[in-house]
């Protein structure tokens, strides 16, 4: 059989051998390669040989040939593939960790070429799984980790540890950890990292170490994994305690006592003292010294050797010339070399020893001997007793002969002052006391009797006992502190627990010094209670701070015992009780609605004004948190407005325009900090802003405007009656003075012709004929006018122009009809000022190009809607040319100017101007009505024309026949416009109302 994945080429090639493997090259090109991979599975460690599958299975043909193309992953050696059989085997053993390192799912991929009578036919995918085998078991990187603890470690260390690592699948990976037993105060953690999705491990150290106890801990941790059977792994850990100087030297005793002979020879040791450190090195090694003061008194008698603790003398205690005591008292220290040692002392007490001497033997009667005070004798005596009392009796007895046994006695010199040893004759003495004693200063006082023979050298001997001071019911009860401080939380039900205990001390003993507490009769026994042995103060019901804040009240206490004069007495001390507060109560405004005004235009930001709710908590529960909330279709004030939340303070979010809106409603509402979801609910209160008005707005002019801004006047009108012209018009967005409007003429009234009056309050201009009446050269006034709004600081003003238009004919009445069908010039001859005949041509020609304008714009608008607007030209159904103003009548107060009165029902005025030209076509079928009439002669009209005011057939307008009283009163509001409309004969004027 031959090896199937061997191919020999020729060492030459002819050309049609080329030419067939280049045939076979593109063959295997566009040779089907299945899509979907046949799919098997081996375990790991499986034996070389081994069988994995069949890949002819389903395949016919015997001339079917098969090889591995390719491997993935590239392992030479892995598979071998029968060429003929196509039967797939285990090359050699398969290990998956070395196959797929750190992978879930170890998948190797073939590529297997199938060749029909060798030419290849089609390549199978081919993927074989891996299973794997718990083979490995958990890894430590170190097996063996050493650590040094210092004993004063505080608890909570965590000492970081590597994870074990087991190269298996992660099912059969490393599933737990685990700390051997131990005795050590340690805790074995494992933890897995959030951010890099790993396990950790850590030990904690959970108690206190103790070098002196344990100086070293061995652990052992062990790792497990998750195979069947498990495998595991260890690793050792090992903890050594490093000292600290916490220990101080102890003596083996309390005290030491020591007989030394008095005539014991320089270097004598006289006792040994023993103290320990169980510290270790330079901490537990000890030095011992004398204190200062046993230096200082008996450093020339005894001295401490350094290292061994030894007490030895520096000289004989009877030497010459020296005095020698009974007793030596000496204090001992004992210190480590560490650092911040403590030192530890003792004390050594040294009898004196007289060689081959009896001493003196010392009995003192009427004395007992209770069990505190261990073997020392007591006597008693009663407090406040008389000078020279009787104490004790003292009887000294002495076996020796002669000077020997003779003694003499006395006490130590401390009690000089209180006792006195008196003799009563041989060897007989007495102690009384020299002063009364107060048995609450002092109860007790330790005597020393000392007693000497008389020999060489003299024996002493000594007796210590105690005088105790009986009691006498002679004190009151004391308080330990005048006054006690306690605190209840509010809302909190009754205790069982005592607020305070309050502390009174009868100095006296026993059933003489018992006490009694009680209330004082400031006290509230609803509220409070008190236990009358102990003095525990109790409170009976829950307090509210808001009602209450504290409490003052005394407490008695009196001594249990009557005294002879038949009354206890009695003392008081001060108790305060405090109430804390709990956060219980909610914030509530100071008023209901509050009322601020802001001005217009200020920048964002502005403080409008500050709402003020209060808390009757203490802080921090008294803080308040403030917001607003607004109507929801009220989107402007919504985003007008903010509030600080702490302060109150409401503020500007944008720049207020009080023409838009002048008044804003809001409501604040008030909420606890710590109560998020606002259970209890907040206050709530109204907050109405007003905008102030800023003087921002120039005043607008109404009357006249671009398209409405020329009157006409005839020039034959009566003098000496001044006449109304127009009523100018304008308003101002603005409120209060900085709407209050003024009118001034501020040109085309000139020193030569002041023939023009304007009323500053209401706007009425008024003209005055006899003046100036224009002469047949004068046909029209330029009026420049300044309306001044009276704002303060900063006053705005607007400008406008009226024309004034004259009748230009040489007679009044008369008419040429060769001149109608010349267009009405109104400019052509006015003569401004004295700028001569070039001016005037210059003004001519301007006008003249304006009503050209006018009459193609107003000859397209007003051409279809003629017929339908008859009835507002006053002369004509038909298109009669003539022109009609109204304007404001006048009210004449004396000789002054007086206000126009607009709403009254009183008639006015009316101005009819008709050129000559205008009326051609109403002359002809009316001529009964000739002459103009002036409009200020109104009220002299014949009323038996009123009955022709108007032609049946003609539809034009007899001006003289109108009378007043049947004209409409004109309104505040009514406005008019100057129309100019283009017909054969010539140019009507047309007064409509707005």
């Known amino acids: 059989m031959r090896d199937p994945m061997t191919y020999h080429l020729p060492v030459r090639l002819t050309g049609w051998q080329v030419a067939a493997l280049l045939l076979l090259l593109l063959q295997f090109l566009l040779t089907d390669v299945s899509c979907l991979p046949a799919k098997y599975r081996c375990q790991e460690e499986s034996a070389e040989g081994s069988f994995v599958a069949n890949i002819s299975a389903g395949i016919d043909g015997s001339t079917v040939g098969y090889s591995i193309f390719r491997t993935v992953p590239n392992v030479s050696e892995m598979f071998r593939l029968d060429a003929d059989s196509g039967r797939l085997t285990v090359g050699r053993r398969l290990d998956r960790e070395a196959i797929c390192p750190q992978k879930d799912n170890c998948v190797v991929v073939l590529d297997v070429a199938i060749s029909n009578s060798a030419v290849l036919s089609h390549i199978v995918k081919v993927e074989v799984t891996v299973d794997d085998v718990n083979d490995n078991e958990p890894r430590f990187g170190d097996v063996i980790v050493r650590k040094s603890l210092l004993e004063s470690t505080p608890e909570s260390l965590v000492l970081e540890l590597s994870p074990a690592v ?33 396990v950790g491990l850590r030990l904690l150290l959970t108690g206190r170490l103790d070098r002196e106890k344990v100086n070293r801990y061995d652990l052992r941790v062990k790792a497990v994994d998750a195979g069947q059977p498990p495998r595991t792994g260890a690793m050792t850990i090992e903890i050594d305690v490093t000292d600290v100087n916490d220990n101080s030297p102890r003596f083996a005793n309390g005290t030491y006592e020591a007989t030394l002979d008095s005539d014991a020879p320089a270097g004598t040791t006289v006792i040994q003292v023993m103290a320990s450190d169980p510290d270790e090195g330079a901490n537990g090694q000890v030095r011992y010294y004398l204190a200062k003061r046993s230096r200082v008194l008996y450093g020339g008698v005894f001295e401490v050797r350094e290292d061994s603790g030894e007490v030895v003398t520096t000289r004989r205690l009877n030497e010459t010339g020296t005095r020698m005591l009974a007793s030596y008292r000496l204090d001992v220290v004992a210190e480590d070399r560490g650092e911040n040692a403590i030192p530890t002392q003792t004390s050594v007490r040294i009898r004196t020893k007289s060689v081959n001497r009896q001493a003196p033997a010392i009995r003192i009667s009427a004395v007992h001997h209770p069990s505190n005070l261990s073997s020392l004798s007591v006597v008693e005596i009663s407090e406040n007793n008389l000078p020279m009392a009787f104490v004790c009796h003292v009887t000294v007895g002495d076996d020796d002969i002669g000077p020997s046994g003779q003694v003499t006695c006395s006490l130590d010199d401390d009690s000089d002052d209180d006792f006195r040893l008196v003799s ?94 009680s209330l004082g009769s400031d006290a509230d026994s609803r509220i409070f209670r008190i236990d009358v042995r102990t003095g525990d103060l109790f409170v009976l019901r829950s307090l509210d701070r808001e009602t209450m804040d504290s409490y003052e009240f005394h407490v008695r206490a009196r001594s249990s015992k009557v005294k002879a004069v038949g009354s206890a007495s009695e003392v008081t001390c001060l108790v305060h009780v405090t109430v804390l507060d709990v956060d219980d109560e909610r914030p509530r405004f100071q008023n209901a609605t509050y009322k601020f005004k802001v001005a217009e235009n200020e920048n964002s930001g502005t403080e409008v004004g500050r709402v003020k709710a209060v808390d009757l908590d203490l802080p921090p529960n008294d803080r308040v948190v403030y917001r607003l909330e607004f109507v929801p279709e009220d989107h402007v004030t919504a985003a007008s407005f903010a509030i600080d939340p702490v302060l109150g303070i409401v503020y500007t979010r944008q720049v207020l325009d009080r023409e838009a809106i002048s008044h804003h409603t809001m409501r604040v509402i008030t909420t606890d900090p710590r109560d998020i979801s606002n259970a209890t609910g907040g206050d709530v209160t109204i907050v109405f802003v007003e905008v102030d008005d800023v003087n921002d707005n120039a005043p607008v002019v109404t009357y006249p405007t671009a398209g409405d801004d020329a009157v006409h006047l005839v020039r034959n009108a009566s003098s000496g009656r001044r006449r109304n012209v127009a009523n100018l018009t304008a308003y101002d967005r603005d409120v209060g003075p900085n709407a209050d409007l003024r009118y001034s003429i501020v040109g085309g009234n000139d020193d030569r012709r002041r023939s023009y009056l304007l009323d500053p309050r209401t706007g009425s201009l008024f003209w005055t004929p006899e003046v100036t009446i224009p002469g047949a050269d004068h046909c029209a006034d330029v009026i420049d006018i300044v309306v001044r709004d009276n704002g303060f600081p900063v006053t705005l003003t607007s400008s406008t122009r009226l024309f004034v238009f004259f009748d230009c004919e040489e007679e009044e009445g008369e008419e040429d009809d060769e001149d109608d069908d010349e267009i009405d010039r109104p400019f052509g001859d006015v003569t401004l000022g004295h700028n001569g005949p070039s001016l005037f041509f210059v003004v001519l020609i301007m006008a003249m190009v304006l009503l050209v304008l006018l009459f193609v714009v107003v000859v397209a608008k007003v051409g279809g809607r003629r017929r339908g607007r008859s009835d507002h030209v006053i002369g004509s159904k038909g298109g009669g040319a003539t022109a009609a103003f109204d304007v404001a009548a006048a009210r004449y107060q004396g000789d002054g100017l007086g206000p126009v009165n607009r709403g009254s029902d009183e008639t006015l005025s009316g101005l009819v101007i008709m050129g000559d030209a205008q009326l051609d076509n109403c002359s002809r079928e009316n001529e009964t009505n000739e002459q103009k009439k002036i409009p200020g002669q109104a009220d002299e009209i014949d009323e038996s024309t009123s009955g022709n005011e108007r ?10 026949a109108v009378e007043t009283k049947e004209r409409p009163p004109v309104s505040r509001d009514d406005q008019f416009q100057i129309h100019f409309i283009g017909s054969e004969s010539g140019l009507s004027s047309r007064c409509h109302s707005n």
């Open 424 to 517: 009563m004759g041989e060897k007989k003495f007495k102690v009384v006391a020299l002063r009364s004693f107060d048995r609450e200063v002092k109860d007790l006082y330790a005597l020393t009797l000392t007693c000497a023979d008389l020999g060489t050298p003299p024996m002493t001997s000594q007796e210590r006992f105690v005088v105790r001071i009986d009691d006498v019911d002679d004190n009151e009860p004391r308080f330990v502190r005048p006054e006690y401080d306690c605190s209840v939380v509010e809302n909190a039900a009754a205790a069982v627990a005592p607020l305070v205990r309050v502390q009174a001390v009868d100095p006296d003993e026993g059933f003489n010094g018992e006490v009694e507490y």
């Open 166 to 198: 087991d190269p298996d699948s992660p099912a059969n990976g490393v599933s737990g950890y685990h700390l051997e037993e131990t005795d050590g105060p340690f805790r074995l953690e494992v933890y897995r990292n959030r951010i890099t999705n790993t």
């Open 951 to 960: 032609d049946n057939d003609s539809g034009c307008v007899d001006v003289s």
